[in-house]
């Protein structure tokens, strides 16, 4: 009898869990299918997705994650399987989720646009913001369902978004300042990077590959050369630079 109540109970459980399917059951990723019974209406990336929210004139949130990622289940436990965060992406969002390990492409895409953005790496899960135009106003990472971590509320990041949408030219200012939006220090340490690339490549066609040194005959030691290619290897572990500094 005991072990009745307690299939019984489980089942229950089970049932309760399972009361919600989206289409993500029909996908074959792992990390998908732990998403398949969010009251969230979850779709997978492709061409469905995309032409409901331009068809509808819906917001799109798009959350790329993988299936052992900590923070990835933190966010689907605390705001995917929440009755009030899922009808606020219900009614005014198309949610699609992918895994980065199906699609690393998109997840370089995007997670190239936040570095760019922010000056830093992102990380997952990532979290993107379009427009039914897939036109992107805004990206973070994990965000807390409620305020918390230095971070606004997903709550209430949804409710502003809603709001900011139902007006056309404050909302088309948010997307072109994230559009034309780079990250001051990223975009140094950017320029930084291609200003080391030419002068290695214009060290590199001096050197002297059969017999060392830099540039024909008569050589003479050039200290501060090699200091910087030493440098270079240093900064960028470029090993072109550190066998022409040898």
């Given at each position: 009898?005991?072990?009745?109540?307690?299939?019984?109970?489980?089942?229950?459980?089970?049932?309760?869990?399972?009361?919600?399917?989206?289409?993500?059951?029909?996908?074959?990723?792992?990390?998908?299918?732990?998403?398949?019974?969010?009251?969230?209406?979850?779709?997978?990336?492709?061409?469905e997705a995309f032409a409901k929210a331009k068809k509808e004139n819906k917001l799109i949130f798009l959350s790329i994650g993988y299936s052992t990622c900590h923070w990835c289940h933190v966010m689907e436990e605390e705001s995917f399987v929440d009755e009030m965060v899922a009808q606020l992406l219900n009614d005014h969002f198309v949610s699609i989720k992918v895994d980065k390990e199906e699609y690393s492409h998109i997840d370089k895409?995007?997670?190239?646009?936040?570095?760019?953005?922010?000056?830093?790496?992102?990380?997952?899960?990532?979290?993107?913001?379009?427009?039914?135009?897939?036109?992107?106003?805004?990206?973070?990472?994990?965000?807390?369902?409620?305020?918390?971590?230095?971070?606004?509320?997903?709550?209430?990041?949804?409710?502003?978004?809603?709001?900011?949408?139902?007006?056309?030219?404050?909302?088309?200012?948010?997307?072109?300042?994230?559009?034309?939006?780079?990250?001051?220090?990223?975009?140094?340490?950017?320029?930084?990077?291609?200003?080391?690339?030419?002068?290695?490549?214009?060290?590199?066609?001096?050197?002297?590959?059969?017999?060392?040194?830099?540039?024909?005959?008569?050589?003479?030691?050039?200290?501060?050369?090699?200091?910087?290619?030493?440098?270079?290897?240093?900064?960028?572990?470029?090993?072109?630079?550190?066998?022409?500094?040898?």
């Amino acid at each position: 009898m005991k072990q009745l109540m307690v299939f019984c109970f489980l089942s229950i459980l089970l049932f309760a869990e399972q009361n919600y399917t989206n289409a993500l059951i029909k996908e074959n990723s792992p990390y998908l299918q732990q998403h398949a019974h969010n009251p969230v209406d979850w779709y997978p990336w492709g061409e469905e997705a995309f032409a409901k929210a331009k068809k509808e004139n819906k917001l799109i949130f798009l959350s790329i994650g993988y299936s052992t990622c900590h923070w990835c289940h933190v966010m689907e436990e605390e705001s995917f399987v929440d009755e009030m965060v899922a009808q606020l992406l219900n009614d005014h969002f198309v949610s699609i989720k992918v895994d980065k390990e199906e699609y690393s492409h998109i997840d370089k895409k995007y997670q190239k646009r936040y570095r760019e953005v922010y000056g830093k790496r992102g990380g997952w899960p990532l979290s993107v913001f379009l427009s039914p135009h897939k036109e992107i106003f805004h990206m973070a990472t994990y965000i807390p369902k409620e305020e918390g971590y230095g971070s606004k509320g997903l709550l209430h990041l949804l409710s502003y978004f809603i709001k900011l949408k139902e007006k056309p030219k404050d909302f088309s200012q948010a997307i072109l300042k994230y559009k034309n939006k780079k990250n001051v220090q990223g975009l140094r340490r950017t320029i930084h990077t291609k200003i080391i690339d030419k002068v290695l490549d214009d060290i590199e066609k001096q050197f002297d590959t059969q017999h060392g040194g830099f540039a024909r005959h008569p050589k003479f030691p050039e200290a501060s050369k090699v200091d910087l290619l030493l440098d270079i290897y240093k900064l960028k572990h470029n090993q072109k630079a550190f066998t022409m500094a040898a």
